[in-house]
């Protein structure tokens, strides 16, 4: 089913300066993420430092959401598995992946988490739209799917569908983080290692899996297009 629209955009107030835009060459540890956001949303929350989005790649590894059941980690040793605050079950990261992080405090915006979780979906739809791909919500599956006519159909008989990007956020003094995670062109099977996001009857893809053959520059261009049109103005950080 697919979701109810809501009012996607959340530009800020007037007087807040824009998000710094950050992308991070290389693979990112996973614990020097979250230590580093740690630090920014406590900066931002204090007014010491302005919202930030931080575009990152991860080595191979696996994240627990609060929400994860253990049963849905299908191979334990495949990859290093991290225990994270985020909402959410599991989730792969890995090269190939775009995550962006996005920390936004919502006092300048609008403090509704629904809200917010549409607009991020919202961004990855208006990307994906950019490259001719029709992004799309559903109703009882946070993320954004797409059709796959080609493939068999389910066992209900409806078209089948596969994720394309995933979101898990937190919230703390209404200032976000964690985020999103867009499929570009990572290793399909690593997915196989867990129950994505604890949804078995669907499949995972990519980019590169639908026929774009893209580069991750050229998807961080649009990404971040789509994001200043739902959340307004960015400037480079650093």
Known sequence: MLRTELSHQMFPTHDTPPVRWRISDGLVPYEEAVATMEAEVAAIAEGRAPELVWLV??????????????????????????????????TYHGPGQRVAYVMLDLKCRRQDIRAFVGALEEVIIRTLDSMN????????????????????????????????????????????????????DPDLGHFTG???????????????????????????????DAFEQVFGQTVNDG
């Open 57 to 90: 790649e991860h080595p191979p590894l696996y994240t627990a959401g609060t929400s994860a059941d253990a049963a849905d980690l299908i191979e334990p040793d495949r990859f290093p598995v991290f225990a994270t605050g985020r909402g959410g079950e599991y």
């Open 133 to 184: 791909v029709r992004g799309e919500r559903r109703e009882d599956r946070v993320g954004v799917w797409v059709r796959r006519p080609e493939k068999p159909v389910l066992p209900d008989g409806t078209v089948a569908e596969d994720k394309i990007a995933a979101l898990g956020i937190r919230v703390r003094k209404w200032v976000t983080f964690h985020g999103l995670s867009l499929n570009v």
């Open 194 to 224: 867990i129950v994505p996001c604890g949804i078995s009857a669907y499949g995972v893809t990519s980019l590169v899996d639908l026929g774009l053959p893209v580069m991750m520059a050229d998807v961080d261009i649009r990404l971040r």
